[in-house]
């Protein structure tokens, strides 16, 4: 039986691509020196493609070159590097990795709150610095009595506020509805959300709808002696904004795992001495990576096997109705 082809623009880890290789003939754009031609030689016959932020949007004129195309498997939850839409209009099936990835992204978000309030990484270049033989480390601000607001309470943000309910701090959300599964108190604008907290956690989707929804705004209702952490998308923060506010004190301080043009990051941001930077890793363990990336392989095989997708995003053509028995 001749194996079906698909391609991967960028590469993934070593384990995905050694079982997209068992299954598929793989082709590798990444690789090629002149992708353009390779992609006029190969995309009629691709059926499936494996995409990751890190290869750059897969966008409407990239889904064009594909006339036979039935499935785009992107690795991670968000899928803002898709155009989901567009896949959708032309019957695509588009898939994500969710679930896989919300106890490490949660665990890196405590951590990444501790480190931004304690000021961890700047203790740590203040031993270094031979600072301690001088002077005691200035004392830092606290999670003690802070009320932390997440916004957007899904399947992330609820096990961040799982671990939040451990430190004994008050929780408050906000979102587009209110949940009554939760007994956190519900703000339904996100002004309220930051004037009734003084820590503000994002980890809601990216992409074009909460684009710059933390704004001006919202930071100075945060006010002084707020604290903001982004884990979400960087396009979720006007970074403008952000800078202004950190610099001018309208906010305390930051933890910013995700930025609006990555891997690039603003030189005022890298200056400042009240945020903490990460290089977008909420989800970077080797274990968690391997369990996104096999969500990857499973929903193509799956998916060719004539078994469904796995794990479809609500612009997939694909419905439970259409799901064979
Ligand atoms: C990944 C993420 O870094 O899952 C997500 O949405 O942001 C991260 O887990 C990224 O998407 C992998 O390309």
Redesign the pocket.
Known sequence: MTKTEILMAGPMMPSVIEALDRDFILHRLWEQADKDAYLNEVAPRIRGLAA???AGRTDAAFIGRFPNLEIIA????????VDAAEAGRRGIIVT??PDV?NE??ADLTIGLLLATLRRIPQADRYLRAGEWLKAPFPLSTTLRERKVGIVGLGRIGKAIARRLEGFGVEIAYYGRNRQESVAYSYHASLPSLAEACDVLIVIT??GAETRHMIDAEVLKALGPNGVLIN???GTVVDEKALIEALRSGTILAAGLD?FEDEPRVPQELIDMDNVVLLP?????SVH??RA?GQLVVDNLVSWFADRGPLTPVPETPWSAVEQPA
């Open positions: 990751s932020a890190v992107s690795l991670g939850v968000g899928y803002d590097n994500n990795t990835l490490e992204v989707p990216g884990v979400s998308r995700v977008h890793i909420g989800s970077a968690t990576r996104m």
